[in-house]
């Protein structure tokens, strides 16, 4: 008796491995952005660019675990309570990845669209707490000072990250053949 993992053609093979080798690259991008972020002073959110070019591609429970490594390192690089950002960013992933999946086309202006929601609502929800719950009557000092230029920063590092990750999106999911789709298309048992 044959095992699923036995029946496996070249193409299904083929294609497992290219789409492990994708996600490495783009958590490996997602981790790699943390690095600009540790210098201290307002800084753009280099992840959460790199997380919604994973949520362009990928399942949303890949997505999730995507949001929850750039969550936390948004924390840790920026001194935010460990975990504030990592359950923002699974929840948008989560949302982004099935925006993209269901709704979306994964390209430029869609992702600089869903990066903008997500960097303008963090900062309006981060807005919100610091002035109404933690440091009342210093909103407008830590929006026009840190807030507003880190989101802006971060749109632009958008452009950036993108750029970065598309030839990692290019490469791996360029058309497949003939023989590829039919392996994706096999069912499996």
Known sequence: MKTARMGR?????RTGRRNV???V???????????PMLGGGVCALWTIPAAMCIC???????CMA???IGGLAVDFACGYPLG????YMVCFCTVASLLFAHLLTPGFL???FVTAVCTLLRSGIHYGF???FFHPGEGNVLWTAVLWPSAKKTMLAAFVIYLLYLPVAKLLNRRVHSMDAAAVQRPTL
């Open 110 to 112: 869609h992702y600089l």
């Open 25 to 35: 690259l783009g958590m490996l991008l997602l981790l790699l952005s943390v690095v």
């Open 21 to 23: 080798l994708r996600k």
């Open 66 to 68: 995507a949001g929850v």
């Open 56 to 62: 362009m591609y990928e399942k949303p429970e890949f």
């Open 130 to 132: 610091s002035a109404y």
């Open 9 to 13: 053609t070249v193409a299904e093979k």
């Open 84 to 87: 504030a950002n990592a359950i």
